[in-house]
C-alpha cells in the first residue's frame, strides 16, 4: 500500500491502482483471519474429544456381576450386617453397623458432622461397595443385584438437589418418564410447590436455568419432593428433605413426606431433629459407631448425646424466637419502653448462649 501511495505519487501508478490494491489486501487477510479462527476452534475441539473418551474409557469402579439379577422388592425391609467402610484403608468411616429398617417403618439416623451419616446413604444407592459386611433388601445383597433396579427401587430427596435446564414440568417428570400432565401437577400440589409454579407467567413451562439457579434453595428441594411423589418408590431415602425451607413451609412439607412414607420403609438421615421426632427409631451414630438407639422420649430420657443435641437445638431455636420478637418491637410505632427491652435482650443473648 506504501509503495502504490509512492507510486501514485510519482505518476507511475493511478489511484485506481491504490483502490486495486486495498481491496486484495481485504479479500486476502480477512480469510486468513477466519483460518485462523478455525483453526483454533478445530485444536480445542480435538482437545475436548480426547477428555471425551479419556472419561468414557475409564473403567466403573462399581460393576455388576455377571450373574446380576433385577432386585424384586417384596415388602421393603433393609438390613446392615456389620457393615465397615472406609474411603481410605487408614481412616475408616463406619465400624461395625448392625440396624433394620422393617417394612413400612421409619427409622432416621442422626449425629454430629462427620458421624457417616451421609455414607450410608451412598452405600445404600451402592455408589460405593462396603468394605465389610454386608447390606440386604428383603433378604438379598445388594451387590448381587443390577444398579438399575436397586436405584429404581429407592427414591431420594437430597440436601443439595441438581435440576436440569429445563422447564420445572421436564425436572418433576424426571422421577417418571411415563406420568401425564395431571399426575406431574398433582405430584407438585402434594409438595407444595404448585402454587407458586402457578403465579409464574409460564406456569409450568418455566424454565429453571443451569442447576435450577433461577430457584431459591426451598423451591428446588420441593421440586426434588415432587419427583420422589411422582416416582412413588417402595423404599425412601431423606437426606435432611426440609434443610432449605421456612418452618412454616417445614411443617406443610413434613405432612406430606408423612403421607408419602406410609406404608414405605423410610430412612432419614436428619440434623435438624424436630422433623424426625416421629420416627418409629432413632439411630445416633457418632465415629461410625451407633451409640444409642430408640425412640425420641426414650433418647431424652436417658439424657446423652441425643439429649444434648435436642436441647442446643432448642436453645437456639428459642434464642431465635426471641430475638424476632424484639426486632418486631423495635420496629413497631408503639415500641417497648426502654427498660422492657433491656429485660428481653440479655434472655435473648442467655439463650443463645
Request: hydrophobic share 40%; glycine share 8%.
Amino acid at each position: 500500500m506504501v509503495l502504490c501511495a509512492r507510486g501514485v505519487e510519482a505518476g507511475t501508478n493511478t489511484v485506481g491502482d491504490f483502490v486495486m490494491i486495498n481491496a486484495m489486501m481485504i479479500q486476502l487477510y480477512q480469510p486468513l483471519n477466519f483460518m485462523g479462527m478455525v483453526y483454533r476452534e478445530i485444536k480445542q475441539a480435538v482437545i475436548d474429544i480426547e477428555n471425551m473418551f479419556a472419561i468414557l474409557a475409564r473403567k466403573a469402579e462399581i460393576e455388576d456381576r455377571p450373574d446380576a439379577r433385577p432386585l424384586k422388592v417384596r415388602s421393603g425391609t433393609i438390613r446392615f450386617e456389620n457393615v465397615s467402610f472406609a474411603y481410605e484403608p487408614a481412616r475408616p468411616i463406619l465400624k461395625g453397623l448392625n440396624f433394620e429398617v422393617a417394612a413400612g417403618r421409619t427409622v432416621a439416623i442422626v449425629g454430629p458432622s462427620g458421624a457417616g451419616k451421609s455414607t450410608i446413604s451412598r452405600l445404600l444407592f451402592r455408589f460405593y461397595d462396603v468394605t465389610g459386611g454386608r447390606i440386604l433388601i428383603d433378604g438379598e445383597d445388594i451387590r448381587d443385584v443390577t444398579q438399575t433396579s436397586l436405584r429404581a427401587a429407592i427414591g431420594m430427596v437430597p440436601q443439595d438437589t441438581v435440576l436440569f435446564n429445563d422447564t420445572i414440568r421436564y425436572n418433576i417428570r424426571y422421577g417418571q418418564w411415563d406420568a401425564n400432565d395431571a399426575e406431574v401437577e398433582e405430584a407438585a400440589r402434594l409438595a407444595q410447590i404448585d402454587g407458586f409454579i402457578r403465579l409464574s407467567p409460564k406456569g409450568y413451562e418455566t424454565e429453571v436455568g443451569e442447576r435450577g439457579l433461577k430457584l431459591s434453595g426451598g423451591e428446588k428441594q420441593r421440586v426434588a419432593i415432587a419427583r420422589t411423589i411422582l416416582k412413588a418408590p417402595p423404599i425412601l431415602l431423606l437426606d435432611e428433605a426440609t434443610s432449605a425451607l421456612d418452618s412454616r413451609t417445614e411443617r406443610d412439607i413434613q405432612d406430606a413426606l408423612d403421607r408419602v412414607s406410609k406404608n414405605r420403609t423410610t430412612l432419614v438421615i436428619a440434623h435438624r431433629l424436630s422433623t424426625i421426632v416421629g420416627a418409629d427409631e432413632i439411630l445416633v451414630l457418632d465415629q461410625g459407631v451407633i451409640v444409642e438407639r430408640g425412640t425420641h422420649n426414650e433418647l431424652l430420657a436417658l439424657g446423652g448425646l441425643y439429649a444434648g443435641m435436642w436441647n442446643r437445638q432448642r436453645e437456639a431455636q428459642m434464642a431465635r424466637e426471641i430475638l424476632a420478637e424484639v426486632e418486631e418491637d423495635t420496629a413497631a410505632p408503639n415500641r417497648n419502653p426502654p427498660d422492657a427491652e433491656e429485660e428481653l435482650l440479655p434472655a435473648a443473648a442467655d439463650a443463645a448462649e
